[in-house]
């Protein structure tokens, strides 16, 4: 146990939780004997039970409670929100809550243990976080005697006493659950309080569907476990090495079947292929050994033996082999498909590159297409100026050869006198 006074919880905490809060009356034999109220986290239904007759649907938190709560625990520093998501499940934030509600120092709580299977506390450590809001009351807290006559009482000269007032953290974990008990006893005081009573679910109520992921995980480790234990049995039976082997699997048999169950009903060969081949493979391993025992009760002969052993042994092999085989097709179609995606990305890269090539040529070309056409069109102009040129010289060449014929002195007439 832990306690400490905690500054942050106020009078308004107190106001708040008692004007806000769905409260449900709880009824012993004669008398009300408190309220209370059950929320729990995000997605949880798990519904808790007061006693054998009071049974609540479960209440996700509301926002006002969660902030009022992170300050009253701050100073336990669990931060974690979600245990699927976080490693350190020590530093999770509790995931529900009791709520008790005392109106007057009549109201009560009787020796009991906060052992519900949905907490584990008989098996495992649990932990529990109560916060004492209002009134100060008598927590007694003491080892459980053996029940008599079906009553819950502590061993005599056990009890300790403990006063709870506002602002008082507590808290009892380990296996206190398993052994001792705790009860807030009847007072004299005329003031109400509330008490609140974090806790973490290990085991969440069937129909809860965090129950589904919380199996899933924990089928898939013991399956994991499983596979590896049939493994080992099955190399240590290929050695020869047989000392200890019916043990390991008689005791994982019980495991593997654990971990086929689903609701309590035992769904044999149900799963992947090779989970029925595990599952074959231990059912193999179990019939080749009671056989075994079943032979050697029977003082059967050495023939017998021999012949149930080889068959076991054939019957081992072969699931192995089925095993290995089916590895072996997994790997190689894993390799397959990594040859394919990398050809496949090997020739988008081609691809890409002889586009940009593409683009690269065509560019050129059509920077080379400019030039020519420049370079014709300069040729024409050139050729037309030259035509001109030409022209103008035929031109010049007529006119000289006029002037010149102009110009020259016609020959005497010839002499035509005899
Ligand atoms: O009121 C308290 O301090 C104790 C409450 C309690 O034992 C419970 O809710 O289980
Ligand atoms: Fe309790």
Not at 148 to 157: A, F, N
Not at 314 to 322: E, G, S, T
Not at 355 to 366: A, M, R, W
Request: glycine content about 6%.
């Amino acid at each position: 146990m832990y306690m400490c006074q905690e500054k942050s919880v106020t009078q308004q905490d107190f106001l708040d939780l008692k004007s806000k809060v769905d409260w449900l009356e709880i009824h012993g034999a004669s008398a009300m004997t408190r309220k209370t109220m059950w929320l729990v986290g995000e997605g949880c239904r798990c519904p808790y039970n007061y006693g054998k007759q009071h049974q609540v649907n479960a209440m996700t938190f509301p926002d006002w409670f969660l902030v009022m709560a992170k300050r009253w625990l701050g100073c336990l520093n669990l931060n974690g929100e979600d245990d699927r998501l976080i490693q350190d499940k020590d530093a999770m934030f509790p995931d529900c809550v009791n709520l008790n509600l005392y109106e007057t120092g009549e109201h009560q709580v009787a020796w009991h243990s906060d052992d519900e299977p949905l907490f584990r506390g008989k098996f495992q450590d649990a932990r529990i976080i109560s916060v004492t809001l209002g009134a100060s009351r008598k927590f007694q807290v003491g080892l459980k005697a053996p029940r008599r006559g079906g009553i819950l009482k502590p061993e005599r000269g056990s009890v300790a006493n403990f006063n709870l007032g506002h602002g008082q953290i507590c808290t009892m974990e380990g296996l206190f659950q398993k052994h001792y008990l705790h009860q807030i006893q009847k007072g004299t005081t005329r003031q109400p309080r509330i008490n609140a009573t974090f806790r973490y679910i290990v085991e969440h109520a069937e129909g809860c569907p965090l129950r589904r992921l919380a199996l899933e995980s924990k089928r898939e480790l013991k399956h994991q476990r499983a596979h590896a234990v049939v493994e080992l049995t099955l190399s240590q039976w290929e050695k020869g090495q047989r000392k200890g082997l019916m043990a390991t699997v008689v005791k994982d048999w019980h495991k593997y079947a654990e971990v086929s169950a689903s609701n309590g009903r035992k769904v044999r060969g149900a799963g992947t292929l090779e989970e029925k081949l595990l599952l074959a493979t231990l059912r193999l391993c179990l019939h080749g050994w009671r056989g075994h025992l079943g032979v050697l009760r029977a003082r059967a002969s050495a023939k017998e033996l021999h012949e149930s052993m080889e068959m076991q042994r054939l019957n081992l092999v072969f699931v192995l082999w089925r095993l290995c085989n089916m590895e072996e097709k997994k790997e190689q179609a894993f390799g397959q498909v990594a040859e394919i995606s990398a050809i496949a990305y090997e020739l988008q890269q081609a691809q890409t590159s002889l586009l940009e090539e593409k683009i690269l040529l065509e560019g050129k070309v059509e920077k080379a297409f400019e030039a020519l056409q420049k370079e014709l069109q300069t040729k024409e102009e050139l050729a037309a100026e030259l035509r001109e040129a030409y022209s103008k010289q035929a031109m010049c060449r007529v006119c000289i050869l006029s002037t010149l014929c102009l110009r020259t002195p016609s020959p005497p007439p010839p002499n035509i006198i005899p």
